[in-house]
């Protein structure tokens, strides 16, 4: 088991899962963290390029995904704008490119990270 420290989260490390929770070195990160944790669960499902939450408990208190090998470096820009850019009818350029962002789940390149608070406000935006 390993843990590793985001902006607003922790994130343990199991032999199969990542289990996400959010930071409490300040109110501020602690609510972050929450939000986070809810954006990842809306948009878990949305589009194949996203991994996928199995489980959470409801308020943001704990993500619960499968564990992948995340990169060791950023994805090249046009494998970025292929895989994560605009598309026709979504985009998913809210994931940042860094190495630990992505990784690889059953054989596709998915972002493991996608938590940004301000997506929330986006789903119901439709400018």
């Known amino acids: 088991m ?14 199969n899962y990542a289990l996400k929770v959010p930071s409490i070195e300040s109110w501020e990160l602690f609510l ?34 499968p564990r992948v090998d995340t990169l060791s470096r950023c994805l090249k820009e046009d494998i970025y704008e292929e895989h994560f850019g605009n598309k026709e009818d979504y985009t998913l350029e809210f994931v940042e490119n860094k190495p630990h962002h992505f990784g690889y789940y059953q054989g596709r390149l998915v972002a493991v990270d996608y938590g940004q608070p301000f997506v929330i406000h986006q789903i119901g935006n439709t400018n």
């Not at 809306?42 to 619960?64: E, H, K, T, Y």
């Open 2 to 15: 390993r843990v590793a420290r985001g902006a607003t989260r922790l994130v343990i490390l199991t032999q």
């Open 32 to 65: 972050c963290g929450l939000l986070s944790n809810m954006s990842e669960k809306i948009w878990s499902g949305f589009a194949p390029q996203l991994c996928p939450v199995l489980w959470s408990i409801p308020g943001g208190f704990l993500n619960v995904m």
